[in-house]
């Protein structure tokens, strides 16, 4: 099977613009979650999406928003983008029903954006 | 709520045992994860334990304490690749939600 994507692989950004960016998970798997991570604050949260619903919510600011398709492919945005906002967004897919091993997530190789 | 705790930093000489050690305070808990994370790439998942007990698979060896909520990795006969990041992932909470913890950065020295 095919591996997790994610495109565009790097981005700069000015400050105030938005983004979008983009994954596919492995062909079969529902669940989509997506996380920042940064040196100092390692893998956060932001959500998780399940046959196009948002079913989980990590603490980010209302700016960071998602979506996910009738076929599992999901995009998350960011607006009104800051400073703070650099880091590589990793996206990871998983079964996201059977529980428990099935819910091993499998990491795409991650957007790393830039924000100037 | 959900809490992982684990050592920010370890060093470990080449040929030698490591033990990355994590604590967790995880709602509805349904499993722990290691993922393995080489600098500049995605994170990969190395073990899932769930029951109480030690589970091997080659060099790498997990352990789960559900009871105490404490959970360790183990690396034998380390090689210079396994310098990397490790990060303990706790499974739980509303519609099992996987909590990850901040890594622990291995360091593994001639």
């Known amino acids: 099977k095919a591996g997790v994507t994610q495109t565009p692989r790097y981005l700069i950004k000015t400050r105030g613009q938005q983004v979008t960016l983009s994954c596919s998970p492995i062909?079969?798997?529902?669940?989509v979650s997506w996380y920042q991570q940064t040196p100092g604050q390692g893998l956060q949260f932001l959500f998780e999406?399940?046959?196009?619903?948002?079913?989980n919510k990590g603490n980010f600011p209302g700016r960071f928003s998602g979506r996910q398709f009738s076929n599992s492919r999901s995009e998350m945005n960011v607006s009104t983008l800051e400073l703070g906002d650099s880091a590589l967004y990793l996206c990871a897919s998983s079964d996201g029903l059977a529980g428990g091993r099935a819910d091993t997530q499998y990491f795409g190789p991650g957007t790393r954006l830039t924000v100037l | 709520g959900q809490n992982i705790d684990q050592p920010t930093e370890m060093t470990a000489t080449e040929g030698a045992i490591v033990q990355i050690n994590c604590t967790y305070q995880?709602?509805?808990?349904?499993?722990l994860f290691w993922y393995q994370q080489h600098a500049g790439e995605a994170p990969t998942f190395l073990s899932y334990n769930v029951l109480d007990g030690l589970e091997e698979k080659g060099r790498f060896s997990s352990f789960l304490s559900r009871s105490k909520g404490y959970s360790y990795l183990l690396l034998k006969e380390l090689q210079m690749k396994d310098s990397a990041s490790y990060l303990c992932a706790a499974l739980g909470g509303g519609y099992q939600k996987v909590t990850f913890g901040i890594g622990t950065k291995l360091q593994v020295i001639p």
């Open positions: 995880t709602s509805g808990f349904n499993g």
């Open positions: 062909s079969g798997h529902r669940s």
């Open positions: 999406y399940f046959s196009e619903t948002q079913r």
